[in-house]
């Protein structure tokens, strides 16, 4: 295999930039397209890709990309690519796919061809005629976007977003790849109280833990490159070591959830624990109007309810028309906030400083931003010794 990798992570529209970033300071060049950005690393940036990328869907290899108008011309070109250089004899390669404004518009029928390319091209290097795929598996995609296929293998596995500590499901849950790049979008920093009180079963405040000791959020889970031969162990091992080295172990943090739920709450200490980070996150049920604190500079980042039901929209309404209520003595802190409601801003009572087009699954929101002053640089270390000497 090329020492060089052509990589994609895949993003939700509207966080390719936070993807990029997170990228870049992997130490990794970026460029940003829809829905994706690309940059190019050697084999043990497949491990530190997977392991750091807070934001991103998924980490793709890139193996091949041309133009295809017809069926043979798929075939034939997806034949030349050099598949076992990343195929083991045993290989297990399903081949899904998709189109989008092209000529070659019947999905099933491009799967079926690129699965019948790639076993043509390990004929040639295996010399057999028929393969069990009883061993890893190679996620092969066939994309196609305006006659343009690009083929790639998923060297993820399960999505990004399944850290590993999430077990216990509840309604309309957020994803934690939006959640940490709700995070990052705002300007938390750990030395500044986090508060979200819609925080249902922990996600926003459990990522924000996680960012705050620098852990890498895949370090609990495994990926689908893990059992590749072509990527040898030993680099997912200093990956994980590294990954392992560089939390920030001794750190204090104060981030709170709330949640008018009580069943919630258990949830979300229960992932906090499996997360690692419950000594540094605390949950407390509580409705929003209770919410009160004394501190001068903090953020509120929170994914309140939408009201997505039409018999829910009233009770919606009031509650944006209380959060406005509620933060307003908050007149020096930030305020961040996710809705697909279009008139959020009247109701919470203030137009927001910034606002950014973003997708909670299917659901098209605006992420409202509310910017507080900067603190005073003098105040920021007895505010830190303040924060570590607090439970």
Not at 37 to 61: H, M, P, T, Y
Request: proline residues 5%.
């Amino acid at each position: 295999m090329a020492k060089k990798i052509e990589l994609i992570a895949t993003a939700t529209f509207g966080l390719e930039a936070v993807v990029a970033r997170e990228v870049r300071a992997l130490g990794y060049e970026a460029e940003v397209e829809n829905a994706r950005v690309i940059f190019q690393g050697d084999e043990k940036a497949v491990c530190r890709a997977n392991l750091w990328l807070r934001s991103a869907d998924r980490v793709l290899a890139r193996i091949g990309e041309f133009k295809a108008l017809t069926f043979d011309e798929l075939f034939e070109k997806t034949k030349a690519l050099p598949w076992a250089d990343w195929l083991p004899e045993n290989a297990n390669f399903p081949v899904e796919g998709k189109s989008i404004k092209s000529t070659l518009f019947s999905v099933s029928d491009c799967q079926a061809i690129v699965k019948k390319a790639v076993v043509e091209s390990m004929k040639k290097k295996y010399h057999r005629k028929w393969f069990e795929e009883n061993g890893p598996r190679y996620t092969i995609e066939v994309s196609l976007l305006k006659d343009v296929a690009t083929l790639t293998i998923d060297t993820s596995g399960a999505g990004l977003h399944k850290r590993g500590y999430r077990r216990l499901s509840t309604a309309a849950p957020l994803k934690e790849t939006l959640a940490a790049a709700m995070i990052n979008l705002s300007f938390w920093n750990p030395e500044r109280i986090l508060l979200d009180p819609f925080c249902g079963s922990g996600t926003i405040p459990i990522e924000a833990a996680l960012i705050g000791l620098n852990a890498a959020p895949g370090l609990q889970r495994e990926f689908a490159a893990g059992k590749w031969p072509v990527i040898p162990q030993q680099l997912w091992n200093d990956a994980r070591q590294e990954a392992e080295d560089l939390i920030q172990r001794d750190i204090k943090l104060n981030i709170r959830g709330t949640d008018i739920d009580p069943k919630v709450m258990s949830i979300a200490r229960y992932h906090a624990k499996l997360a690692g980070v419950n000594e540094h996150v605390s949950f407390q049920q509580m409705p929003v109007a209770d919410l009160r604190n004394k501190r001068k500079y903090g953020c509120i980042i929170c994914n309140p309810p939408y009201g997505e039901r039409l018999e829910d929209i009233n009770d919606v309404e009031h509650l944006y028309r209380e959060m406005g209520q509620v933060f307003k003595p908050l007149g020096t802190w930030s305020f961040y906030v996710l809705s697909s409601h279009q008139n959020f801003e009247k109701l919470f009572g203030r137009r927001a400083d910034r606002k950014r087009k973003l997708y909670n699954g299917r659901i098209e929101c605006h992420y409202y931003q509310f910017y507080g002053p900067r603190p005073p640089r003098r105040e920021n270390a007895p505010e830190q010794e303040e924060l570590q000497s607090e439970s």
